[in-house]
């Protein structure tokens, strides 16, 4: 890194650490974001004192001229002017992600696809530490990777959940353990289209050699295609059946299957969290684990004491009878299917916020089979309303707040109100948090009589 001339786009967390490791280094650092100076005081703080220069407000193509590497952060799309100008003068465009890795003295785990990385990821996580193996657990939550390798590096593994934004920009990076849960179409304000989001997925696999693991859903379409061009040894996961190689449902218990033959099993009930969905994301992190030298036993045991994170399916109390959920979130609409699927009472489903482009229409099926009623909120709500208003009983509300005491106010006891909004949170909130810890707050100040909620 000394004397490399070095530009990193944006200052969120993962542009600030990535700025600061390079500074650190001897690089010649400068860090560029397009909001003005006053939105980006905290990033501007945690830099002080470094030796590098910070230019914000704008994207002056004069920036990228006589660099030698340029870093953008992972919410930087692809089509931002500095990297466009960057790739046409043939500079180098690595992600926080590849840049870290060429650091990297502990082996890898990986997990990406569209829905329940992050619980893989923690999951995993949580499953080595109760083995005693040490493991850093960060990437796309938590802390950034390029953070980790400043360290010590004293983990037996670093498990990492990656996003399309973080794999699309790598060279060299490896996974021992790379696994790829599922996709649809998502984030296609950002990718050209869903082939191409597929596509940056994939890349988890690419410098995979024969003694790595990859780990691919039986059930998606593409994925045997897939596993046949692929150098590392391949399993599978299924809710639909037993794969040849991997593990699968058959009953009430997850079979896992090696070259054909039945290696062990392990109970369904160990599973807290509600959902098949949720059922393949255990079985990803249990084949995670066992590649990483964890014991069946150990693994129930581990599984069993996993109750789920904040956010996704998160039970968020009962009022009168009725039961909330929060799954803030599930910010796509593939997101809103599996949630929709771990419920069998009737639902009042709370959708809305900033439209990422999603088809709700393929909600339709799953609406009129599971859904007593949608309450529309935010931004999306009038799109929303256009596609797949009217299926069933349909209102729209501004806010998310309003939303959860019209939902209440028509909910009869046994009825389950669900927030999974299918849209990203920044029309009303700063993230997906933030935006369930409001409905969390809003639904503990309810009143356990109707009066109040139509009152209100």
Known sequence: ????????????????????????????????????????????????????????GGTDPALVVGRDL?????????????????????????????????????????????????????????????AGKRAFVGGNIGSPLIGYVGGPQDDDWAVL?????????????????????????????????????????????????????AVLNADEPGSTALAGRLKARVAFFSSTGVPYEGMGLRGGEIVCRTGGREAESYPLTMIRIPGRHNAENVMAAVMAARYAGCAPGVIAEAVAGFAGLAHRIEFAGEKGGVSFYDDSKGTNVSAVARALEAFEKPVILLLGGRDKNGDFETLEPLVRRRVKEMVLFGEARGRIGERIGGLVKTQTAATLREAVHTAYADAAPGDVVLLSPGCASFDEFRSYAHRGDVFKETVNRLENGKTAARRT
Not at 15 to 44: H, S, Y
Not at 98 to 119: C, H, S
Not at 175 to 198: C, F, G, I, M, Q
């Open 161 to 213: 959940e990656l996003s399309s934004f973080q794999l699309q920009r790598i060279e060299t990076f490896r996974a021992r353990v790379a696994v790829l849960l599922n996709t649809a179409p998502d984030h296609l304000d950002y990718h050209a289209d869903y082939a191409e989001y597929r596509r940056a997925k994939e890349r988890i696999f690419e410098n995979q050699q024969p003694g790595d693991l």
């Open 70 to 130: 340029v870093v953008p952060s992972p919410g930087v799309p692809p089509f931002n002017s500095l990297i466009r100008e960057a790739e046409q003068r043939g500079i180098p465009v690595v992600s926080e992600t590849e840049l870290a890795f060429r650091f990297l003295r502990v082996p890898v785990i990986a997990i990406t696809g569209t829905n329940g990385k992050t619980t893989v990821t923690t999951l995993v996580g949580h499953i080595l530490a109760k």
């Open 1 to 56: 890194m000394k004397d490399k001339n070095i530009l990193v786009i944006g200052l969120g967390k993962t542009g600030i650490a990535a700025a600061r490791f390079a500074a650190e280094r001897g690089a010649a650092v400068t860090a560029t974001d397009e909001k003005p100076e006053a939105d980006l005081r905290e990033a501007l703080g945690a830099l002080e004192g470094l030796p590098l220069r910070v230019f914000t």
